[in-house]
């Protein structure tokens, strides 16, 4: 139990879709963030968000939507995915400081996205 | 850019002692993580470096070195469920919104 919780854990959709994969965390961190993992790919960054406000977005298609409502919630909207976007989608949290090990990431377990 | 190599796959023998290198070229530098992520599970913490030296936290050691852009994991008694990946990560110049990922080594401890 990390304090960060994905939902869903799996998920199943076709090309023309729209469905919304969901991060919560009880940390208290200001920081929250959207990371792609592939089979044999480096984890890759997609979107940083900071006291509610993206500060960073990782040249990530339009077709990838993200929301930050608050500092405790993040979301991924989705619509028309490739099946080249199927992979595990990893929410993370920080304190959000770059001092000491502020930047330590908090993962959930990953939403498991596959797109037909 | 920001480059970081880490072997794909090592084998170790229970018991017995591993070292994970990890190699990195980043703009600027805030630290280097890394991380431990069992089959189907979330990466967890294990531990963060960003002056020279070792840094002990029980079995598991990390050591950095800034002017070779090197660090390693080393791993003391290895026990079976020490089988999982390992992931170097990098704070560069763009602080804790720009943590870059190395591709992680699996390790598979054996018998």
């Known amino acids: 139990e990390t304090g960060v919780t994905q939902t869903p854990r799996h998920l199943v959709m076709g090309m023309t879709n729209k469905k919304s994969l969901k991060c919560e965390q009880h940390l208290g961190h200001n920081a929250m963030y959207w990371y792609k993992q592939s089979a044999k790919k480096p984890l890759e960054l997609m979107f940083v968000?900071?006291?509610?406000?993206?500060?960073e977005n990782n040249s990530v298609p339009s077709r990838f939507s993200p929301e930050c409502p608050n500092s405790s919630h993040l979301f991924l909207h989705l619509h028309t995915l490739q099946p080249e976007d199927s992979a595990l989608y990893l929410c993370?949290?920080?304190?959000?400081?770059?001092?000491?090990?502020?930047?330590?990431?908090?993962f959930g377990e990953g939403s498991r996205l596959t797109v037909l | 850019g920001q480059n970081i190599d880490q072997p794909t796959e090592m084998t170790a023998t229970e018991g017995a002692i591993v070292q994970i290198n990890c190699t990195y070229q980043?703009?600027?530098?805030?630290?280097l993580f890394w991380y431990q992520q069992h089959a189907g599970e979330a990466p967890t913490f294990l531990s963060y470096?960003?002056?020279?030296g070792l840094e002990e936290k029980g079995r598991f050691s990390s050591f950095l070195s800034r002017s070779k852009g090197y660090s390693y994991l080393l791993l003391k008694e290895l026990q079976m469920k020490d089988s999982a990946s390992y992931l170097c990560?990098?704070?560069?110049?763009?602080?804790?919104?720009?943590?870059?990922f190395g591709t992680g080594t699996k390790l598979q401890v054996i018998p």
């Open positions: 968000y900071s006291l509610e406000e993206r500060v």
């Open positions: 980043t703009s600027g530098f805030n630290g």
């Open positions: 470096n960003v002056l020279d």
């Open positions: 990560a990098v704070m560069g110049s763009g602080g804790y919104q720009k943590v870059t």
């Open positions: 993370a949290s920080s304190q959000g400081t770059s001092g000491g090990a502020g930047g330590e990431l908090f």
